[in-house]
């Protein structure tokens, strides 16, 4: 309970009057309420609301709409007003009125207050007139202001207060929630030709018949100058605030640039009605599925092969297709490359798959953006897939290096890759994040090795350390917190006193005024305890909030952790002889590994142990080995 000693005017049925000194520059005093001026910045206006409210005033009547756009310019557009009406009149904040208002409940998003029902003891007012014990409501204009010298100065739901003032029963609600930023949209791209498509139509002649033998456009055929794509300009998103009113800027929408977008035979192109990807030639469309690279080019086909009797070394700007041989020392480059025949030189590709459908011998295919497809035996050769998949039957004395590889039988191969599959592995040396092996063994002289690539993440112990030390800190205070608030309210005189104010509040019990004058007097015996208890209560709560952030906190490091180190695993179903499976630690990227020469490749896979953990060595049995991430804190 609390003394309602109003003010003289109030007891009179007077209106309250403004403050008397004038309000803060940036609100404005007119005949029909209190103005807030739009022409100032924002910060400085919410200065003036916050010096306001600090100074014991709040806002009868109040627009909380209207003052969150005024703000914070949340909520609809105002069409140019230089001031705008937030409220009826600033009041003063009494102190009687004060006392009713309790801290709210913060969390990282959201504030909660429990509401109940309070009441003002009986007072009697200076003219002798007494005031019997009354129920006390609270006001939501107040419960802004209040809710502003608590740092909440965002996101409150009023109509939720409201209903709950209301309700008058004992109630927790959500009373108020940040606003996470509106992402964007991001920038792309839209057909704008309706020859992009093939059509299988039967195609129409001039003359209007139909010939049944032809297709509409089985091929798209562009003519040069046709504009295929326009680019569809990003539109930023909104910011959010939390519930200090702290800005929470929007990630930015992803940019595109079209002329990225632009391959052989084509050009990105400002016009007046915006950007546009046009054809330059005469052509078939030609887009690359790792790039989305757009280009207007011819495809060859040649059934002669590649040598230096027929073509030299090729140097091309599209796809290639051969049905001959590739022979020794010829250079083929292009992109999306496939070889019907034999392969003995080196393959050059920029990007798209590299198929070939029968062996590579003594020669090489690299392929800096796609997948490379071997149907047959690859043979003393290097083979490399800078960003795609290697797949091959049978291997022998080869070095591969992919994202992924997938090898039916490999013998005396040194392997690496984000992810290996290797059905028949014989005195090989194989590296990757994730391998999985069904039947490994050594081959003849040479041995099995299996390296599984971890990722060396220690650069977060520290930050992890730190957290936990603290936790630790903060769950001893909490702990001693809550030891102390059970002493207190264990004391005979504390515990008879909460006993009669529970029954109180909860109109258990009634008193008589000679009763309410003893309470009184008890209450007076434990103030200082109540006091005590109160500080206890607070700190507490606050010591609560800090080890649910900290906690918080240390969960999202160690995900962080987790996602850094990524997966390692190394499952190996049998092994046929002696095989040795241990950790290669690795810092930056394992592309970087990955694009190493072969002779170094080889002699890193090879080489002796540096560091890593030994995880089988043995000349039989089988290993399923996952990395495990540290675990989260308990909540």
């Not at 009547?61 to 310019?73: E, H, R, V």
């Not at 090795?449 to 520290?462: E, G």
Request: one cysteine or more; a neutral charge.
């Amino acid at each position: 309970m609390v003394h309602d000693v109003a003010p003289a005017a109030l007891a009179a049925g007077q209106e309250p009057q403004a403050p008397g000194p004038g309000l803060p520059l940036g609100l404005l005093k007119r005949a029909d309420g209190i103005y807030i001026d739009l022409g100032m910045p924002a910060p400085a206006l919410a200065a003036a609301v916050g010096h306001l409210f600090g100074s014991g005033w709040f806002l009868a009547g109040l627009d909380y709409p209207a003052l969150i756009k005024a703000l914070y310019g949340v909520g609809p557009d105002l069409g140019g007003l230089q001031a705008l009406r937030l409220a009826a009149a600033a009041l003063p904040f009494a102190p009687e009125r004060l006392a009713l208002y309790q801290p709210p409940r913060m969390s990282l998003t959201y504030a909660e207050y429990y509401f109940q029902p309070l009441y003002f003891e009986e007072v009697t007012l200076p003219d002798g007139t007494l005031l019997p014990e009354r129920p006390a409501r609270l006001d939501s204009d107040e419960f802004v202001a209040w809710m502003w010298t608590q740092g909440v100065r965002f996101g409150i739901d009023v109509a939720a207060v409201r209903m709950a003032l209301a309700g008058g029963k004992a109630e927790r609600i959500t009373f108020a929630s940040d606003l996470a930023p509106a992402p964007g949209r991001d920038a792309a791209v839209i057909e704008v030709s309706a020859a992009l498509h093939r059509s299988d139509a039967p195609k129409a002649r001039a003359d209007g018949r139909i010939d049944l033998q032809s297709f509409q456009n089985r091929f798209p055929q562009i003519k040069a100058g046709v504009r295929l794509l326009k680019k569809q300009e990003a539109v930023p998103g909104l910011p959010g605030f939390d519930l200090a009113g702290r800005r929470t800027e929007p990630p930015p929408p992803r940019e595109l640039t079209l002329a990225l977008l632009a391959g052989e035979g084509t050009e990105a192109r400002r016009c007046e009605d915006g950007e546009y990807l046009l054809s330059t030639r005469d052509g078939f469309l030609s887009v690359d599925a790792k790039s989305n690279r757009v280009a207007v080019t011819d495809k060859i086909v040649s059934l002669e092969g590649v040598s230096g009797r027929t073509t030299g070394n090729l140097q091309l700007a599209g796809a290639y297709e051969e049905y001959g041989d590739v022979q020794e020392q010829r250079e083929l480059t292009g992109s999306d490359i496939t070889v019907h025949g034999d392969v003995y030189g080196n393959i050059h590709s920029r990007g798209g798959a590299v198929r070939l459908g029968r062996n590579l011998v003594g020669g090489s295919v690299h392929n800096a953006a796609g997948e490379i497809r071997i149907a047959g035996v690859a043979s003393n050769a290097v083979i490399h897939a800078a960003d795609g998949a290697v797949s091959v039957r049978r291997a022998e004395n080869c070095v591969i290096s992919a994202t992924r590889v997938q090898v039916d039988e490999a013998s005396n191969c040194e392997i690496i890759g984000d992810e290996v599959r290797v059905t028949l592995a014989e005195g090989c040396a194989i590296a990757g994040r994730n391998v999985e092996v069904e039947s490994a063994g050594p081959r003849r002289r040479t041995e099995m090795v299996i390296h599984v690539l971890v990722k060396d993440v220690t650069q977060f112990d520290r930050q992890i350390a730190e957290l936990e030390l603290r936790l630790a800190a903060f769950a001893q205070a909490n702990a001693d917190g809550e030891r102390e608030i059970a002493r207190l309210s264990a004391l005979p005189d504390v515990r008879r006193y909460l006993a009669l104010a529970a029954k109180l509040r909860t109109q258990e019990l009634l008193l008589t005024a000679e009763q309410g004058q003893h309470l009184r007097k008890i209450a007076a015996a434990v103030a200082a305890e109540m006091q005590a208890l109160t500080r206890q209560k607070q700190d507490l709560q606050v010591g609560l909030t800090q080890h649910k952030l900290l906690r918080d906190r240390l969960a999202q490091l160690l995900a962080q952790q987790a996602e850094a180190a990524g997966v390692a695993r190394c499952g190996l179903h049998l092994a046929t002889g002696e095989t040795v499976v241990r950790t290669l630690p690795f810092t930056g990227e394992a592309a970087l590994l990955r694009q190493l020469p072969a002779r170094e490749l080889k002699q890193r896979l090879r080489g002796s142990a540096n560091g890593g953990q030994l995880l089988f060595a043995d000349s039989a049995g089988s290993l399923d080995w996952h990395l495990q991430p540290r675990p989260r804190p308990a909540p």
